[in-house]
């Protein structure tokens, strides 16, 4: 049992982390004051290899996997979690699935641009009524025989208005439950009846968009099929399943930066004439927070192991998913008053810790649902699939 990082591994690991110091840091007090996205920096990370972990190398892979791309975003994650969303977004939620599933054709045309990030990338499962029961959509898919007809709405979507291609899932049979979804791939931008919008009003990863997508009688050719009709509530579980390991990166970075900040501010900041790392009360957080770090990070690379191995790790990445992002969230919030009165201000980044580490309980499946999927399989009523 190996738990250091190869030398490969470790270049990569200082690439991101350097990368994240001298592209995202700079500007990022300005671009969270002012939610700015700069797709120039999506396409800088393709440029990097950043996107192209478990991808073919015909389809412009690197030809490493889920652990090298882990080990990438939770960087990018220590320094912002805005930026942690274009690992989902380019990689571990599209190109990663249109890998499994998709023709030759489909990866051919759409891989490349995603892991080069020359095409944003996105994906529509959740809704204003739907969340974490994706059965119940009601976005519908009509067969009109030479096209779909497509009738809906979509919210809460990354990328939805900046988006260029992704995937869509929608209902194509009602009476089928599960078995009645079909995924699509799309152009939001270049398809007529698809209106997108920005959805401004949120907690955090201001640097990261967010919004909405509806669809009035927007045709899709029939050749948008991923997969086979039918099959898109496998292909979403598949999915999710693979874009919660990126979450669970994001949770390990956010609070690994949360509690290296405080440890920071903590042998800086003076109280009674002692720094106020000396003090036990201030002692007991970061130990805490440490400790649930450590924890996280294990869980996490044991769940990326397990996949990059093709082995069942559904029941990991729920555990992995589940515990990183309640850590991050106690580091966030004890980082925030290690801080004082420092820490509810925008002058130190302890704020948009907190801020940004809730969304990790939120996106990807909820706490609850994670804590539902690994009692489940604790419980022996569900198999732990890969």
Known sequence: MQFGLTEEQQMMQDMAK???????LP?????????????????KMGELGFFGCSIPEEYGGSGFGFLEAVIIAEQ???????????????????AVTVNHFGTTEQKESFIPGWVSGEAIGFFAMTEPDTGSNVVQMRTTATDKGDHWEINGQKMWISNAHTGDWGLLYAITNREAGHKGMTCFIFNPKETEGVITSAIETKLGLHCAPTGEIAFDGAKFPKDAVLGEVGQGFQICMWQLNNTRIGCAAGAVGIGGGATEAAINYANERTQFGKKIGSYQMVQAQIAD????HDAAKLLLYRAAWLKDQGLPNQHETSMAKLFASEAAVHAASDGMKIFGSYGYSTEY??????????????????SNIQKLIIAGISLGDSENRV
């Open 18 to 24: 350097n990368f994240a110091e001298t592209e995202i």
């Open 27 to 43: 500007t990022l007090e300005e671009d969270e004051a002012a939610h700015k996205f700069r797709p120039e920096l999506v396409r």
């Open 76 to 94: 990018i994650a220590k320094v912002s979690g805005s930026w942690r969303l274009p690992f989902n977004m380019q990689n571990h939620g599209p």
């Open 289 to 292: 927070m440490v400790a649930e």
């Open 349 to 366: 980044p302890a704020e948009r810790f907190l801020r940004d580490a809730h969304s990790l309980r939120v996106v990807e499946g909820t």
